[in-house]
T-cell receptor, first 115, second 113 residues
Framework: GAVVSQHPSRVICKSGTSVKIECRSL??????MFWYRQFPKQSLMLMATSNEGSKATYEQGVEKDKFLINHASLTLSTLTVTSAHPEDSSFYIC???????????FGSGTRLTVV | AQSVSQHNHHVILSEAASLELGCNYS??????LFWYVQYPGQHLQLLLK??????LVKGIKGFEAEFIKSKFSFNLRKPSVQWSDTAEYFC???????????FGTGTLLAVQP
């Protein structure tokens, strides 16, 4: 079955530094990848949609300059949290889709803690 | 833009009780509908999905859901829950040109032995 690999699974960084999270589709080409954020005991909030070779589309209220998304190939999308602050601490999850009939495959998530 | 609402935020049941979790969506076009489960400390797992065809969809672990287009609903059901069904359940909908998947707020199910 379709597999999405997300790394790292956990990261702790100092306030003011940047963190990059990778999302790879291992056995299929993902034309679209999605990035979500999940706060404790809450739902997944869509942050942005990225299509290979084009700029990401951000949801309302998500700072595009803080959360940089790159989707340079059909198998890799990255989310960089720039100048991280403690309030950016959260669980970040990526999802990949080949097309609308294929469904969605989720990564295992990244627990970001900013200290 | 599509949206999803789940009316039950917390549900507590005894083992062997029947389960129905409500999910309503808002979108004027063709939608795909999903139910995901998140067990404590674990990651999202797909329970079932509806793309087209038979509106009664059967998923894993004895779950099923019925798509009622006239009611914009996709309720999740299980005839007899087990303690191991304790988890959070998310309804999600995708549609439109962007194909983005939007989640409901989730329902936390606690099954008492």
């Amino acid at each position: 079955g379709a597999v999405v690999s997300q790394h790292p699974s956990r990261v702790i960084c100092k306030s003011g530094t940047s963190v990059k999270i990778e999302c790879r589709s291992l056995d299929f080409q993902a034309t679209t990848m999605f990035w979500y954020r999940q706060f404790p005991k809450q739902s997944l909030m869509l942050m942005a949609t990225s299509n290979e070779g084009s700029k990401a589309t951000y949801e309302q209220g998500v700072e595009k300059d803080k959360f940089l998304i790159n989707h340079a190939s059909l198998t890799l999308s990255t989310l960089t949290v720039t100048s991280a602050h403690p309030e950016d601490s959260s669980f970040y999850i990526c999802s990949a889709s080949l097309n609308r009939d294929y469904g969605y495959t989720f990564g295992s998530g990244t627990r970001l803690t900013v200290v | 833009a599509q949206s999803v609402s789940q009316h039950n935020h917390h549900v507590i049941l005894s083992e062997a009780a029947s389960l129905e979790l409500g999910c309503n969506y808002s979108y004027g076009g063709t939608v795909n509908l999903f139910w995901y489960v998140q067990y404590p400390g674990q990651h999202l797992q797909l329970l079932l999905k509806y793309f087209s065809g038979d509106p009664l969809v059967k998923g894993i672990k004895g779950f099923e859901a019925e798509f009622i287009k006239s009611k914009f609903s996709f309720n999740l059901r299980k005839p007899s829950v087990q303690w191991s069904d304790t988890a959070e359940y998310f309804c999600a909908v995708s549609g439109g040109a962007t194909n983005k998947l939007i989640f409901g707020t989730g329902t936390l199910l606690a099954v008492q032995p």
